[in-house]
């Protein structure tokens, strides 16, 4: 049932999820892990906090999806909802004293920037870059990080970032040219922007089968919310 409907739109896959076919909600996540990803990424909150944040994101989206008036595009209420996830963590007295960005270690794992090519030297700098850019980004203010993640890695129009920030366009732009002063030699040094924190696909399939298990346990639809 899901191939059929991968190619509407996000308002049409709405309607059809709040006619009571939870199951395409699976569309929605697929098409927003990275975003949802990237932003949690720029927070500062290592892989296995982000994978948390994303499914408590996509929860909540759903309860409240017959609340989602249209009004801006999916893709901006679902960050906002991201964002607010966010920030409530961050500010929870029991997170103050948790140190962001612990390396994830598991031996087996798959490798979250994997390069699928058989050459060894270009995989190991592909992922020293990537290190690299990811630690200057948490060095640049939190104002100017997010501005540049959601206009530069999440593809948002200046007004969307504007709307989900809630400041003017012209600081949009003010502080996406200084964040971007600021990375300048990291970034046009060594790769584009839309490089930085790939989501591999096994994370994909992960994220999708946690949170569609999270809403078979949810007894109301978003309809009677």
Known sequence: MIKQFEQYTD?????????GKTPLYEILIRR????????????????????????????AAYVNLSSFEGRSSFKTWLL?????????????????????????????GTPMYANHTNDTSKNIVNRELKEILEDSLQKIPEDYRL????????GLTIAETSELLGITEGNVKVRLNRAKTMLKK???????????????LIYCNRIVEKVMNELGNLTNSPRQQ
């Open 11 to 19: 308002d049409e896959v709405i309607r059809e999820i709040i006619k």
């Open 32 to 59: 927003y892990n990275p975003y949802l990803y990237k932003t949690a990424r720029t927070y500062g909150y290592n892989h296995q906090d982000t994978e948390d944040l994303m499914q408590e994101a996509y929860v």
């Open 80 to 108: 906002r909802i991201m964002l607010n996830c966010c920030y409530q963590k961050k500010n929870k007295s029991s997170y103050k004293n948790e140190k962001l960005l612990q390396p994830d270690i598991n031996e087996n």
């Open 147 to 154: 501005v540049f993640s959601l206009r530069e890695q999440s």
């Open 186 to 200: 990291q970034i046009e040094q060594f790769y584009s922007p839309e490089e930085l924190y790939e989501f591999n």
